[in-house]
């Protein structure tokens, strides 16, 4: 009997794994974003970081503002030292497209896509869980929306069921933000997204711009934020008065079950960690049996 073999609780092992990262913002050059934030920097730690989890995603998604301010040379960037990772951890990659970002540059750029102003969509099958990214930007503002033709696309994708249900990958999340002046640059005509996904298969939206993780309903299906990978918002000021920290930086660990999807946030930090569990002591409760398990690991000693 191994580990692998052995339920620990109720549930079974996650159907699908998927990363899910966030407003890289890279730039060209060595320039550092308003002059303080690494980017490429951070999105190496970032990766660094994932690559030290040893997993074997089934997706990596990126939910927008992969650049900065859309410069050809960021997206090759991003796209060397992403690329290469993925393929090494067999994982394809999702591209959403965010304000920050220019669809012409990153089709060429990422895609190998002639430029062209047309929104940045597509539809990945991770043997049966199906991904969606849509394109909420919007040429020449930072606000989001959706227009018709996106929509009208999205109903004929989900007009036939994925057998493991569906992710929406978009940039600007369909919630409030705690912070007042990002609800300017929100997603616009939410109600109409929320007619599209009535009664189909969507089981989750995957969105960032935010720089904070956070989560919530949308339409009664659940939203999940990741926070950015360059820098994130300080939450514990004021907010009217938040701004961005070169701290705090984190993505998201999708499982995806049957029942239910959970997004759990790893931080992306350098600090010292127990030592108590190990592969070794995993293996040591597998053999034992569920009440010896209770024992050795529930039952409080004093």
């Known amino acids: 009997m191994d580990a692998a073999s052995v339920r620990f609780g109720h549930h079974e092992p996650p159907r699908r794994t998927l990363l899910h990262l966030s407003d890289t913002h890279l730039l060209a050059g060595d320039r550092r974003l308003a002059g303080r934030f690494d980017t490429a920097e951070n999105l190496a730690r970032t990766l660094d970081a994932v690559e030290r989890m040893r997993l074997r995603p089934d997706a990596i998604v990126f939910t927008g503002d992969l650049t900065d301010v859309g410069e050809p040379e960021a997206y090759r960037a991003l796209r060397a030292a992403v690329e290469p990772f993925a393929e090494g951890l067999g994982a394809p990659v999702v591209w959403v497209a965010g304000n920050h970002d220019e669809r012409p540059a990153l089709r060429a750029g990422l895609l190998d896509a002639a430029p062209s102003e047309e929104p940045v969509t597509g539809v990945w099958d991770l043997e049966g869980l199906r991904v969606v990214a849509l394109d909420s930007s919007v040429p020449g503002w930072h606000h989001g929306d959706l227009d018709e033709s996106q929509l009208r696309w999205l109903s004929e994708v989900l007009a036939e069921p994925a057998p493991l249900g569906t992710l929406l990958a978009l940039h600007h999340p369909p919630l409030p933000s705690h912070i007042p002046l990002f609800d300017i640059l929100e997603l616009r005509n939410q109600s109409a997204l929320a007619d599209v996904i ?105």
């Not at 919530?216 to 918002?233: D, E, K, L, N």
Request: glycine residues 8%; negative net charge.
């Open 198 to 302: 009535a009664g189909s298969d969507v089981r989750g939206i995957l969105a960032g711009h935010l720089h904070y993780s956070t989560s919530g309903t949308f339409a009664g299906v659940p939203v999940s934020v990741a926070a950015a990978t360059c820098y994130t918002m300080n939450l514990a000021r004021p907010a009217a008065e938040v701004n961005g920290m070169d701290a705090g930086q984190s993505f998201h660990l999708v499982h995806v079950y049957d029942e239910t999807i959970t997004h759990a946030v790893v931080p992306v930090v350098d600090a010292p960690t127990g030592d108590f569990f190990s592969q070794e002591w995993l293996e040591r409760m597998a053999s034992l049996t569920e009440e010896e398990r209770l024992e050795q690991f529930s039952r409080k000693r004093s």
